[in-house]
């Protein structure tokens, strides 16, 4: 009788990368979280690799800059303290809408403490790229390319706007002295599509870039990167011009679109609180303030002993004011 | 310095903060009647009110308040929109301090959506009273050794959060809020941001009757700050 001999045979050991067990996780937890199964494309695959190292960058990035201002009580910023299901979903999210972390300005990482879960919540910002991107994706007519220019004061820019006589909205732009082009006065994105009937001419101007900076608050990046904080200016107010297709819009694309705008308002009351210190300074309350706007003075009123004056400084009445109001 | 806040929610803001024999309001957002009900009706009293913005939450009693010789300190913004002059309407700027009898008040320029909203520093004696509502954030801090704090403590982002993937509110009622209202985390970062060692009471103003948990909010600033936290 022969034996039969069972042998067992030794599966090679598989070493993962990190990458590859962050891809792992990422698709493990959303599983976990959501009840859904997930299979990654390679493309798709490929994407939550580099969005790994972007990750893991920045995190070595922040935990750099905690130890060396010395915040030993801040929790360290590693792998262990993140929030995790929340990572995943918001990777899965940028992931199907193809935005990829390697390339400049689409996915930037921004840590916040979330002091429920006693772990940083990882806010994937979508910068101005991946904006471009994936907004031209969900359009309703993809458009085959799209210019964006900043406009200077010694440029020459003239829009050709569609009308009876012309079919085609366009523009003429030339750079005159390309090595001193003066300050920026505006820019323009051009939106064009298969059929040229349809390009689209978008001009921003100063006071749009304006209203952007008031709206941002964040005086620091509007001061030191000016030009570049216009042109991501005039990118968003492209892509925003951009029609989306109801039919592209999926969960994906409304979770970036409400993620983006909870982390630049987050960031901007992050940027603008708690800065300037400010005291008052008792005995000097005699100011330009707290002028009456009409001509009708108050009744006289006489100060009870040694107190300060009840009413402010007065201002001479201006010759334009207006009447009694009471 | 005594503080009575007779009310502090969308429906109606005002408080009243008394040093000896000197009173004033802070807000306007109640009929004059609960203002002379919360004074025994001496409304005459008062060395003065401020108004920090033009919602009718906080202004609602102006022009009542100025009938009756009240002198009002406000923004020109807020003048305006409320369309509003008079020889009790004082108009006061951001960062420009002025006097109302013993009172020194410093206004602060806030974050809100209303046309030039204020929150105000005010100083009697060796008190001085922090008061900011309706705002983001509050883009200062104060080293002069605050005694009593008055703060916006509106929603947490948390709460929002559950609300929207609930389908409870909508996503631009989101925005709005963190855009012009203060929450919870920006409440305790102020507060880390700042000198408490003089802090006698810390108030919580304008809860969110929808997206706020007061006992939690409270416990969060008790644990944080050691000092007396009241509710409004």
């Not at chain 1, 390009?199 to 509007?222: C, M, P, Q, R, Y």
């Not at chain 2, 009002?72 to 301090?97: D, M």
């Not at chain 2, 909203?117 to 009697?124: D, E, S, V, W």
């Not at chain 2, 997206?211 to 009241?230: M, R």
Request: proline letters at 5%; charged letters at 25%.
């Amino acid at each position: 009788m022969a034996q039969t001999q069972t042998q067992t045979a030794k599966a090679p050991v598989i070493e993962h990368t990190m990458s590859e067990r962050f891809t792992a996780m990422v698709v493990n937890e959303f599983r976990a979280a959501f009840g859904a199964e997930l299979q990654l494309s390679p493309m798709q695959k490929r994407l939550a690799q580099h969005l790994f190292i972007k990750i893991d960058q920045a995190l070595a990035s922040f935990e750099l800059k905690r130890l060396d201002e010395g915040k030993k009580d801040v929790l360290p910023y590693t792998w262990q303290n993140i929030n995790l299901p929340k990572l995943a979903s918001d990777s899965i999210h940028r992931i199907n809408l193809g935005l990829d972390a390697l390339i400049p300005n689409h996915i930037s990482p921004i840590a916040y403490y979330n002091k429920r879960e006693r772990k940083y919540d990882l806010d994937l910002r979508v910068g101005y790229v991946g904006k471009d991107y994936y907004r031209r994706k969900v359009a309703i007519t993809e458009p085959v390319d799209v210019i964006y220019e900043l406009v200077y004061s010694k440029d020459t820019f003239k829009p050709i706007k569609k009308n009876a006589a012309n079919a085609i909205e366009s523009f003429e732009f030339e750079i005159v002295n390309p090595w001193d082009r003066g300050e920026i006065v505006g820019g323009f994105g051009y939106i064009m599509y298969e059929d040229p009937t349809r390009n689209k001419l978008v001009i921003v101007t100063e006071k749009d870039f304006k209203k952007s900076e008031d709206a941002a608050k964040s005086g620091t990046f509007w001061k030191n990167y000016r030009t570049e904080m216009k042109f991501k200016t005039l990118v968003h107010r492209v892509t925003d011009k951009l029609t989306i297709d109801p039919a592209k819009v999926n969960e994906s694309y409304a979770a970036v679109e409400r993620d983006d705008a909870e982390g630049i308002i987050l960031a901007e009351i992050e940027a603008n609180s708690n800065k300037e210190p400010l005291d008052i300074e008792p005995g000097q309350g005699e100011t330009d303030q707290g002028q009456p706007e009409e001509t009708e003075q108050a009744p006289p009123e006489t100060p009870a002993g040694d107190q300060p004056p009840r009413q402010p400084k007065q201002q001479p009445i201006p010759q334009n004011a207006k009447g009694p109001g009471f | 310095m005594h503080i009575n806040v007779i009310a502090s929610s969308s429906a109606g803001n005002a408080c009243i903060v008394s040093h000896g024999q000197h009173t004033v309001l802070i807000e306007a957002g109640i009929t004059i009647r609960d203002i002379g009900k919360a004074m025994s009706y001496h409304i005459t009293d008062l060395d003065g009110a401020l108004i920090s913005h033009e919602h009718m939450d906080h202004a609602k009693s102006l022009r009542e308040l100025a009938r009756l010789g009240v002198d009002c300190y406000l923004s020109k913004g807020t003048a305006e929109a409320l369309g509003i002059t008079g020889h009790r309407i004082h108009p006061v700027e951001a960062k420009k301090q002025f006097s109302i009898g013993p009172w020194f008040v410093l206004p602060i320029d806030l974050v809100h959506d209303a046309a030039e909203p204020l929150g105000f520093l005010i100083c009697i004696e060796d008190y001085r009273l922090l008061y900011a509502c309706d705002t983001a954030y509050i883009p200062y801090t104060f080293p002069g050794q605050l005694t009593h704090i008055m703060l916006e403590c509106n929603y947490s982002i948390e709460i929002l959060r559950e609300k929207i993937a609930a389908g409870v509110l909508p996503r631009v009622m989101k925005r709005r809020l963190m855009r012009s209202h203060m929450s919870i985390d920006t409440v305790l970062k102020f507060l880390r941001a700042n000198d408490l060692s003089r802090v006698q009471e810390i108030w919580l103003l304008h809860l969110s009757d929808r997206n706020s948990n007061e006992a939690q909010f409270k416990a969060e600033v008790q644990k944080q700050t050691g000092k007396i936290v009241k509710v409004a």
